[in-house]
């Protein structure tokens, strides 16, 4: 079965950087648009990034562009999100989602809080 575990959270200041990975099993990892979506306390979750499943091409929220950066790594099952200049509205439960069969499965998300 699909699944997709998030690590990487946490504790940072404005202006800092953090990494966060999902591990994917349960399909064949490269031949996905793999993306990341965040949710704001309070608020409707929102799509962060996108990837295609070669890598090559990325999208991403105004919000985040010039800041982010997803990427993957076929050969592990792996997906990245590199997040630099952090500030308070990035605060947010983050979680990796990939659309297979009909079906959006999501990781459990981790947390991120952005605060001094």
């Known amino acids: 079965q699909v699944q997709l575990v998030e690590s990487g959270g946490g504790l940072v200041q404005p202006g800092g950087s953090l990494r966060l990975s999902c591990a994917a099993s349960?399909?064949?990892?490269?031949?996905?648009?793999m993306s990341w979506s965040r949710q704001p306390p309070g608020k409707q979750r929102v799509l962060v990034a996108s990837?295609?499943?070669?890598?090559?091409?990325?999208d991403y929220a105004g919000s985040v562009k010039g800041r982010f950066t997803i990427s993957r790594d076929n050969a592990k099952n792996m997906l990245y999100l590199q997040m630099n200049n952090l500030n308070s509205e990035d605060t947010a439960v983050y979680y990796c989602h990939v659309w297979r069969a009909g079906t959006m499965y999501w990781g459990q998300g981790t947390q991120v809080t952005v605060s001094s």
């Open positions: 349960g399909f064949t990892f490269g031949s996905y648009v």
């Open positions: 990837i295609s499943g070669g890598g090559s091409s990325a």
